[in-house]
């Protein structure tokens, strides 16, 4: 399926497989693939395919199913991998495009971009192999 976008931007290309990513679920509102800059392993991206900057401004379809949509991937990365909790994040500076991070924690303190490093393509399909088998 191919969308097209006003402003197309870098999540706007992954949807529309210009650039690559390592998906984890899609839908025909959104797309969860792992962020190359994880704050911890497992932390996956959230995006709508609706192409809208802030989170808020998504259309209310979207924003009433954004959560549902995530809830088995969140159960999916929890059982991957070894955390507390999966923390949600809004932050939205990153990209002009609404997105929702997902992110594997074991403390509050650990909850940060200042964690964020990048990993090798190779590594992200390590963890999308663990995290696809529960979902």
């Given at each position: 399926m191919v969308f097209f976008f006003m402003m197309s931007t870098l999540f706007s290309k992954i949807i529309n497989q210009e650039i690559p990513s390592v998906k984890l679920l899609e839908d025909n509102y959104f797309y969860s693939f792992l962020d190359i800059r994880p704050i911890s392993t497992g932390h996956a991206l959230v995006i709508p395919k609706q192409e809208v900057d802030h989170f808020y401004e998504m259309d209310e379809l979207y924003l009433s199913k954004i959560l549902i949509f995530s809830k088995p991937l969140v159960k999916a990365i929890e059982q991957a991998i070894p955390c507390l909790?999966?923390?949600?994040?809004?932050?939205?500076?990153?990209?002009?495009?609404?997105?929702?991070?997902?992110?594997?924690?074991?403390?509050?303190?650990?909850?940060?971009?200042?964690?964020?490093?990048?990993?090798?393509?190779?590594?992200?399909?390590?963890?999308?192999?663990?995290?696809?088998?529960?979902?």
């Open positions: 909790r999966v923390g949600s994040l809004i932050a939205g500076l990153e990209v002009p495009h609404a997105h929702l991070h997902l992110v594997p924690i074991q403390s509050m303190q650990q909850f940060s971009f200042e964690y964020a490093k990048s990993v090798s393509t190779n590594e992200l399909k390590k963890v999308q192999k663990k995290i696809l088998q529960f979902l």
